[in-house]
């Protein structure tokens, strides 16, 4: 990897995001108050910055820069946290705690939680649209956002919450798991990916590349996730350990066991690393994030 | 009005939206089934559709039709069920009816109609990107997404929910109803008629007139809904009469009296149709519109 060092990167591009995050949500000082205060509570909260890591990422394997598409990035960064605030929801997962602190609707109450999130998922989309004036062909916001929505939308994240909550308590399949973990998780994920590439100007060869390296990456992911729950403490994780077992939700490591779990993480991100080769010395970044899906703790 | 018959116009223009959403919501065969059953239950309910209408109108007073703008017709309508059926959960406004059935958290549980009307709202900018394809300048979709999601967000629509829910029980002063009301409601069909001038290429004089009448039009709807919520009956409303007083909410009519609401109605009506006269016959629809609005019983 030539010397390529990821924690420089992560906490390079986590300082970018952060400050981006910053500057396009609402000011606290804004009315209505409540609603930015409840929406920055949540996206403020720290947390991996994953999503919009990886759309700088997809943008720089291409040759692009993290300024071309950070409205989007932070997009991204608003739909997984809608995400979560809604999921957290008494009527959802009823989780108290996410990212170390109370989740949204413990501090603000379910209706500005709801809202919050809501109001998240329409700024994301707000924010696509601005990313028009940052790169040279502005026709590719329309399917930039067309991709998201659907990574966010029934075939994607939000089918895979809905056959989540369907599933729970319930013996299902290796292929309803499959299927759960692929739209939930990973289809947002590789969205990620590919509208950074997108944005950047990549062609197709290279969105081909990165669409089959972020299908990897998303599931080894989710898999990961799904260890860390069996296996983490909440002190590392920032929220309660062993929730999933709780709640009785199916997990990768439930149905194949912990070994076989970590070898099908390890084969997916081998396989995506495989897939990003041809990005040359571009893609370090994007491999040395590979290897951190594996790797990581919480 | 040289005999223009609103009732027609109504009638066919809920048509061609009605046979939309038909198209561009997911089949209830697609999985995962529940959600999409969801979507289509409080979306295929009826309605006036008001908001898509307006869209289309707004596009035939600059001389285009309706299906140059039927994507963002339809998403229209998808971000005013959305907010219909988070509106209607048990943590915010808590009703059991609406458009004359269940809501649909009645029927489908909260986490389901949570998860429905995040989809709805994420449809909806899928669809506005589709309308590229029946435009003559795909740019203009940039500023639709950007304008809608404005519209729908926290210095829109929801910012008066926020403000809405916080006002509940208490005394608050003619402005803040008057805050609610142009975000709550005002917001969006102002923005229907600015999206459906824009997307068939009105020039900036003719989006200004109508994003005036917009206002007013908008700020007549929700006084004649307050009315309606006092005077009218559950058969003719689909939903409870007297809901705004049960629930302490406070209404135009309760704040200026009932005559006084009327007269501010008519005014605000009498004034967008002065504006959109600048459109000469091209208008008619609006104009039957805006006269709609005030005399509408439901």
Redesign the interface.
């Known amino acids: 990897m030539s010397g390529f060092d990821l924690q420089v990167y992560l906490t390079e591009r986590r300082g970018l995001v952060d400050a981006a995050l910053e500057r396009h949500l ?1 000011s606290e000082a804004a ?2 108050l ?3 205060r409840a ?1 920055r509570y949540s996206v403020m909260a720290g947390g991996k910055r994953l999503r919009p890591i990886l759309v700088i990422a997809g943008a720089e394997a291409v040759g692009g820069a993290a300024t071309m598409v950070m409205p989007t990035a932070c997009a991204l960064e608003m739909i997984h946290t ?1 995400s979560l605030i ?1 999921d957290d ?1 008494p ?2 997962d009823d989780d108290d705690y996410r990212r170390g602190r109370l989740t949204n609707h413990k501090v603000f ?4 939680a ?2 919050a ?3 998240l ?3 994301a ?2 924010l ?3 990313n ?1 004036d940052l790169v040279s062909d ?2 590719v ?3 930039v ?2 991709e998201i ?2 990574a ?4 994607g994240m ?2 895979g ?3 989540d ?2 599933s729970e308590g319930k013996a299902i399949s290796a292929e309803t798991l499959e299927y759960i973990h692929r739209h939930k998780t990973a289809a947002l994920i590789r969205a990620s990916l590919r509208v950074g590439a997108r944005l950047a100007g990549g062609d197709a060869k290279a969105v081909a590349a990165i669409t089959e390296a972020g299908s990897d990456l998303g599931l080894a992911f989710q898999i990961v996730d799904d260890l860390l729950d069996v296996e983490g403490s909440l002190e590392e994780l920032g929220k309660t350990a062993g929730s999933d077992e709780r709640k009785q939700k199916a997990t990768y490591p439930g149905i194949h066991g912990r070994e076989a779990s970590r070898r099908q993480a390890k084969m997916l991100i081998d396989r995506a690393k495989e897939r990003l080769g041809v990005f040359g010395q571009r893609s370090a970044p994007l491999l040395a994030l590979a290897d951190y899906v594996v790797e990581r703790k919480s």
């Open positions: 609402p009315p209505p409540t609603i930015h929406m809608y809604h929801l009527a959802m109450g379910d209706a500005i709801i809202l999130g809501d109001a998922l329409t700024l989309f707000r696509i649209a601005d028009a502005p026709r916001i329309r399917d956002v067309a929505a659907d966010a939308g029934t075939i939000v089918g919450q809905v056959v909550i369907e």
